[in-house]
């Protein structure tokens, strides 16, 4: 009987091991002290910008690895740049670095194109493209996710505009190295994309229109599809957050200034009130933990309130300076506690408020009448 028990126990406790193991692990990083000294809701410039070209910033988007504690951008293609190089900063230096050499833009020629792997015949990385809010990071995988956008299309020897090739791909930071994943997921550009805590998935939006909502399982890498109720439509440009206190993902919608919640489990879509507010998928857009919020970054931006099912905008001390279209490059460190962005300006951190009064931001939006329309 003694035996039996010593071997259940040995079980029971290989089996809360492995299941353990399986968990994604919360990595701990200490804040960097001049990112907390930072006032709040103030835009600050805290680090120079990538060490690329400005090109590199052009429809481009990035993401923040929490398990190394580093904001990765990708990005480039199209007329501004051909690299397509990853650049990651160091969140405890604020040192920017280049991940490794871009492919060169003379093996950039029609033979040496394959669409359906979205990259050169001759590379083991994506090829550059306009990558938009078309990436995530994905905890549970410790890596960026990317697919599709739009692709290479520049000079004589291209000849294409705006390849949308059907690709998706994890780029592993500790490795330094892109593994490719499909050439089955959806075809687009513009497209948004978040990160589901509760389900392990990731969800993505087609640019220009989307009849469905696509899911990529991260266990199983399957893509599928959902249609929803009603129907939604869209420019290209688009945002994407999830909330996993509320389970519901929220949407800004390009030029349009459309805004959207997209219930995840029945896939049905409703607009929030935005008469005060109509945050622009060509900004950028994070979810707050903390307070349970969703901040719009564009021009002086604006924040979701759940409770109230209404968008308010924002009032920072001082704004940021050089472009506020940003797109997908604005991103949230949970360490931190700032969000970031960069352009060719600089990188830039804001501290929010602990706590958004969203009662003082309607008297002041009241104050100050109807918001100017967004300038490019």
Same mark, same amino acid.
């Given at each position: ?21 399986? *968990? ?36 481009? &988007? ?88 739009? &692709?290479?299309?520049?000079? $004589?020897?291209? &000849? ?54 696509? $899911? ?41 200034? $459309? ?47 759940? *409770?109230?099912? $209404? ?10 300076? &050089? ?39 309607? *008297? ?13």
């Amino acid at each position: 009987m003694m035996r039996w028990r010593s071997s259940l126990a040995l079980i029971v406790l290989a089996g809360a091991a492995a299941a353990q193991a399986a *968990e994604p692990s919360s990595p701990k990083h200490e804040p960097n002290p001049k990112l907390a000294a930072l006032p709040a809701n103030t835009w600050t410039r805290v680090a120079d910008k990538q060490p690329a070209p400005n090109g590199i910033l052009a429809y481009s &988007g990035g993401v923040f690895d929490s398990e190394h504690n580093v904001y990765l951008l990708f990005g480039g293609g199209h007329g501004d740049y051909w690299g397509n190089e990853v650049c990651a900063l160091d969140m405890k230096t604020l040192a920017w670095k280049r991940m490794y050499e871009p492919d060169a833009e003379g093996r950039y020629l029609k033979d040496n194109l394959d669409h359906a792997k979205g990259k050169l015949k001759d590379s083991d990385k994506p090829y550059t493209r306009h990558s938009y809010q078309m990436q995530v990071f994905v905890p549970t995988a410790k890596k960026m996710f990317i697919w599709s956008g739009c &692709g290479p299309g520049w000079g $004589k020897q291209m &000849g294409e505009h705006c390849v949308q090739p059907p690709d998706a791909w994890y780029y592993d930071y500790a490795a330094n190295k892109w593994e490719f994943l499909n050439s089955n997921s959806p075809k687009c550009y513009g497209g948004g994309t978040c990160y589901d805590s509760k389900r392990d998935v990731i969800w993505a939006l087609p640019g220009d229109s989307w009849p469905k909502l696509w $899911k990529f399982d991260v266990k199983t890498g399957k893509w599928s599809s959902h249609a929803l109720k009603p129907e939604a439509s869209a420019t290209c440009h688009l945002d994407l957050v999830y909330s996993p206190k509320q389970d519901r993902i929220v949407a800004a919608v390009g030029e349009r200034q $459309k805004a959207y919640i997209i219930d995840p489990e029945k896939f049905t879509v409703e607009q929030p009130d935005a008469s005060l507010y109509k945050p622009h998928g060509g900004g950028g857009m994070v979810y707050l933990p903390d307070q349970d919020v969703v901040v719009n970054v564009f021009q002086k931006g604006g924040v979701f309130d759940f *409770e109230t099912k $209404k968008w308010y905008p924002l009032a920072p001390e001082k704004n940021f300076e &050089g472009s506020s279209w940003v797109y997908g490059n604005c991103n949230y460190s949970p360490v931190d506690k700032v969000i970031l962005i960069v352009n060719a300006a600089g990188t830039w951190a804001y501290r929010p408020p602990e706590k958004y009064d969203f009662k003082a931001l309607a *008297e002041k939006a009241a104050a100050a009448g109807p918001q100017p329309a967004p300038k490019k």
